[in-house]
Each structure stands twice: as C-alpha cells, then as structure tokens.
C-alpha cells in the first residue's frame, strides 16, 4: 500500500500558475482546470500568509496557529480534511512543517479526484518561487505577463475602490496614500513599481527549467495554440475542452465570483484590444509610460533576457 501510494506520489504533476495581479492568471488557471487530468481549487496565498511580520526570513512562520487553521481549511475545502495528515500546531515556528503539510493536503485532494495533475493559481506566489522549489523541487511554474499599461490601468482602478489591493502596494493606512490630489502619484508609482517588479521576476526564470512563460495577449489572441505550448511543457495533451472554460473558471474562482474584477473569465474569450490609460489624467499617463520598462511592453521585457521565451515547446 505504502509503495504504491509513493508511486502515485511521484508521478503527480504539481503546477504554480504566478504573475503580477490583473495579468491573466486566473483565465489560464481556468483554462487548465478545464483538461480532464488536471486538478485545480480557488487560490490559497499559502506561501505568503505563512510569512507574515516574519517575511524576511523565509525559514518561520507568523504565527502557528492560524498557520494550523489555514491548513485545516484548505483541507475541509478540498473535501480531505479526514484523510489529509495535517501539522499540529504545536510544533511551532518552522516554516518547512507547514508547507510539507501543505503538499500533503493537495496532493492527497488530487489523488481523491482522480487525476495526475494539480494546479495552485495565486499570483503573490511569483515572489516564493524560490521557497516553493525548495520544499516542491519538482514543481513547474507558469508565469503569465500582460501588457504593463493593462494592468496599471486595470490593478490601479481597483485601488481606488478597495484598500486591500492598496494594501498589496504601499504599507500604512490606505486611506492616507490615496490623498484626492491628483498630483500625489504615490499609489500609482507603486502599481507601476509592482508591474515592473514582477514582469523582471518572470523575465529573470524565463529558460529555466520547470519555468514557462506565456503571455494574456497570445492566450486571447491564439488560444489553442498557446496552450498547446504550456501543455507540452507540462507533458500533457492538449484537449478541446480547455477552450470551453468558463464552467471550470466558477469553480477556481470560488467565493470570490462576488467580486465583479474577477468575472472576466466567465465571459467569452475577448482578444485583447490597445493600452487603456483612457481613465488617467494626461500627467498620469505620461508619468506611467515614462515608468514602465519597455514602455509596458511585457514580451520585450522578457524577450530582452531571454530571445526564445515564448517559442514552441520551451520545457518547464
């Protein structure tokens, strides 16, 4: 039994699909959650909120106890939670005890559905790719990148209107960065510090091993055939029905559906039109295009590190 199980083990797929928010990562989450083999859930942040105060060294835990809790949810809502070993709480500060547990319960989740493959879209976890390799060092990681004027204008509008997605940007209290001066750029300097932040992550693994790059304007623009470049870096078969994910997209999305930004994957696929900085004032735009590396063009920015990123069948 045990040898079997070990075997099962071995030959799960395990995929992190990581970008900078408001890049399309939730789309191509959807998109593979629609393949037959493939097992994915709404997405867990795990990696970061065990970090917390302690986030400059990655070898602890903010607190064992919610770190427990975070555990045992994710387990009752992947319907494991009576067969998944979780960590006790007790054993303290040490990072590595919870991410193990945290392996166990969505692989034991992957196996109870029946399937080879298992998919965790959180878009923070770009900036754990190394901690997630070192307790997963088969793990493969799809980095989705975007237009960088598409997602200042997209990630900054939510600003406006949520201070938990300033809060992803700036530390303090939101409501003192988001001043009403129109001259006060705080926030969106640091959306766009974000954006070039997180594409340079993404351009820096792009060629290496286990690491795929694609790119929200080829995966509306060509679907099939995009995703048959990521499903060959992650030796899988394309199939048909990826292309009819929206079904799929409510599920990943979770509780989340509330939210109108999410909703974008429930609608027919849209190929994406020109830059939208037509909500900035004219000194935000040109602030913004000043800024942007590459003037926001996300596949120049990788292609600048790495020429053959985006070619056909780049092994993750």
């Not at 079997?4 to 998109?31: H, I, K, N, Y």
């Not at 494991?80 to 006790?88: G, Q, S």
Request: some cysteine; hydrophobic content about 40%; charged content about 25%.
């Amino acid at each position: 039994m045990l040898e079997r199980e070990l075997r099962e083990l071995t030959d799960l797929g395990r995929v992190f699909v990581v970008g900078c928010p408001r890049s399309g990562t939730t789309l191509l989450q959807a998109m593979l959650a629609s393949h037959p083999d493939i097992f994915s859930f709404p997405e867990t942040h795990f990696f970061s909120k065990l970090r917390g105060r302690f986030a400059s060294n990655p070898g602890w835990v903010a607190s064992p106890r919610p770190a427990w809790r975070e555990l045992k949810e994710l387990a009752r809502s992947l319907g494991v939670e009576d067969r998944a070993r979780l960590t006790p709480w007790h054993l303290g500060f040490v990072a590595r005890a919870y991410e193990q547990a945290f392996l166990r319960v969505v692989d034991e989740a992957c196996l109870h559905a029946g399937k080879g493959t298992w998919v965790e879209k959180s878009p923070i976890h770009l900036h754990f790719i190394d901690e997630i390799a070192s307790v997963i060092p088969d793990a493969r990681f799809i980095h989705v990148v975007r237009n960088g004027k598409r997602v200042v204008s997209s990630f900054y509008r939510l600003c406006l209107t949520d201070p938990g997605w300033v809060r992803q940007v700036l530390p303090g209290n939101p409501d003192q960065n988001l001043r009403s001066d129109s001259e006060d750029y705080r926030v969106l300097d640091a959306v766009v510090d974000r954006w070039n932040k997180d594409v340079a992550i993404s351009a820096a693994a792009a060629g290496l091993r286990r690491h795929t790059i694609t790119s929200l304007e080829r995966l509306t623009a060509h679907p099939q055939t995009e995703l048959e470049r990521v499903c060959e870096a992650l030796s899988l078969s394309f199939r048909e029905e990826m292309l009819e994910y929206r079904a799929a997209a409510r599920d990943v999305i979770g509780w989340r559906i509330r939210r109108p930004h999410m909703r974008g994957p429930l609608q027919p696929l849209r190929r994406e039109s020109g830059p939208d900085l037509a909500e900035l004032l004219p000194a935000q735009v040109r602030r913004v295009e000043s800024r942007l590396l590459f003037g926001g063009d996300a596949e120049r920015v990788v292609t600048s590190v790495c020429p053959g990123a985006f070619s056909e069948g780049q092994a993750a």
